[in-house]
């Protein structure tokens, strides 16, 4: 005769507590993470993604210590594994919203800030320039050539070693070391629209001098067609050198991940 399989309420929380925290990290994670975070995936597919993870890693992850998960300590570690997973994602995501924020400046100088569309990366499903969209694809099929998105799920997996779950691995220090990152956004736009709009400066100067000395020239009906044709033809310039500014970011952005995870190396 088979023994009856039985299961306490100990055993349950251990076995809800190895699954569930994780899948908290990793869910928050994917919630503002670029690729999986898009506006495109849908919100059933990430949780999928996410319990399968956590399902897949759970007998990978050390023990958390004795905290049951809806005690007021497990909701405490419910809030600082949301906290981790968010950093985490976000740094990542300050690499495609630099380069993005870098198109719509450069869509601004040269014209074509009315001709909006719905960018798909973004969580919010806002709209964005043509520009600012056209380096977003780029950017995003170059970070899966990049076997990115399994280089970051590798990374976050990592972090259930070197940040155990209930630890005290993550500290105050470890967010404002996430809000310094941000500056990234704004130095990674500079860097990809100033070279364009420095070109488009000096297209206006041209117009400028023209237009002193022939004042009966119709600027208005001759600039905004050149300054276009001269900003599409510095986007094509400048794609190389986009993706080039976009892999240097990426590096760094994987580089603060080993940081707040103390990944060694």
Do not use: K
């Amino acid at each position: 005769m088979q023994t009856p399989l039985t299961l306490d309420l100990g055993q349950l929380q251990q076995l809800l507590s190895a699954l569930f925290w994780p899948f908290v990290r990793i869910g928050s994670c994917m919630m503002v993470a670029p690729v999986f975070g898009a506006t495109a995936v849908p919100g059933r597919v990430r949780i999928v993604l996410a319990a399968a993870t956590a399902a897949l890693i759970a007998p990978l992850v050390p023990a958390a210590s004795a905290v049951t998960p809806f005690s007021v300590a497990g909701c405490l570690v419910t809030g600082e594994q949301i906290v981790i997973g968010v950093a985490l994602g976000l740094c990542l995501q300050l690499c495609f919203d630099a380069v993005s924020l870098g198109g719509q400046m450069l869509a601004n100088s040269m014209g074509l800030s009315f001709a909006l569309n719905l960018d798909p990366q973004r969580g919010s499903g806002s709209s964005t320039p043509a520009v600012g969209q056209l380096y977003s694809l780029l950017v995003t099929l170059t970070f899966l050539a990049l076997n990115g998105p399994l280089r970051f799920v590798e990374t976050l997996v990592q972090s259930f070693t070197t940040l155990p779950v209930a630890g005290t691995g993550f500290t105050a220090l470890h967010l404002e070391a996430v809000a310094r990152f941000g500056s990234t956004l704004f130095s990674g736009a500079l860097s990809v629209a100033l070279p364009g709009i420095t070109a488009l400066i000096v297209v206006q100067l041209a117009f400028g001098v023209m237009s002193r000395a022939a004042p009966a020239l119709n600027l208005f009906a001759v600039g905004l067609p050149v300054s276009l044709l001269c900003g599409l033809l510095v986007v094509l310039a400048g794609l190389v050198a986009v993706q080039a500014t976009f892999i240097h970011s990426l590096q760094n952005a994987f580089r603060m991940l080993g940081v707040l995870i103390g990944a060694p190396g």
